[in-house]
């Protein structure tokens, strides 16, 4: 069965800090794609990233980057020089090609405090 | 282009009563989903919809029904609503036919908060 593991619930950095948010998968399926979307305090989700499972490259978008390694299963989401701006919850989802909706990770809240 | 928009942002009922949520989406998209967030929970699959006319259950699809009668349209109803409904009701859409590589990708309106006391 699908799955995604986001261990850390809650995260506080100082400003400037970087900041790695953990997410790890779990499918059968050799055809899939890993998401992250951010929520910030007004609460609309908004679409980050979009990475498949052919693609192990990784992305790098300003301050953020995604570190994908089907080795260890993970797609980990990494903020550089953290702004306050950055405070949102932070979830990770798997969509494979069994499965039509997506599953999501339960979600990180990151905290960066000036 | 609005994107996904849901009716009404924010509702009190009280126990019993009845109400429709409405999602409208105008990207041409053919699946569209119903999720509710609660604190600690993250998002929890409602009822979802692959096309015009279809629907399915989702994770936590008791106390709830949906319609999709018009492909931009996607309505959950609460037939008798319970305090344990309370929640944030989240909806999204997805798969343009034709952009390869997009129909996976979810996009969600804004929510609506519900209250129900």
């Known amino acids: 069965a699908q799955k995604v593991t986001q261990a850390q619930t809650e995260i506080s950095v100082v400003e400037k800090e970087d900041v790695t948010l953990d997410c790890v998968y779990e499918t059968r399926d050799t055809t899939y794609y890993l998401f992250w979307y951010k929520q910030p305090p007004s609460g609309e989700l908004v679409f980050l990233i979009r990475r498949n499972s052919f693609d192990e490259q990784n992305e790098i978008s300003g301050r953020y980057s995604w570190n994908f390694q089907k080795s260890t299963s993970s797609f980990n989401f990494t903020i550089t020089a953290s702004q306050v701006v950055d405070s949102a919850v932070y979830f990770c989802a798997l969509w494979d090609s069994g499965n039509t909706p997506l599953v999501f990770g339960k979600g990180t809240r990151l905290s960066v405090i000036a | 282009n609005a994107g996904v928009t849901q009716t009404p942002k924010f509702r009190v009922l009280k126990t019993g009563q009845s109400m429709t949520l409405l999602c409208a989406q105008d990207m041409n998209h053919e699946y569209m989903y119903w999720y509710r967030q609660d604190p600690g929970m993250g998002l929890r699959l409602i009822h979802y919809s692959v096309g015009e006319g279809t629907t399915a259950k989702g994770e936590v699809p008791d106390g709830y029904n949906v319609s999709r009668l018009k492909k931009q349209n996607f309505l959950l109803g609460l037939e008798s609503a319970a305090p344990s409904q309370t929640s944030v009701y989240f909806c999204?859409?997805?798969?343009?036919?034709?952009?390869?590589?997009?129909?996976?990708?979810?996009?969600f309106g804004p929510g609506t908060r519900l209250l129900v006391l």
């Open positions: 999204a859409s997805s798969y343009s036919p034709g952009l390869a590589g997009e129909q996976e990708t979810q996009y």
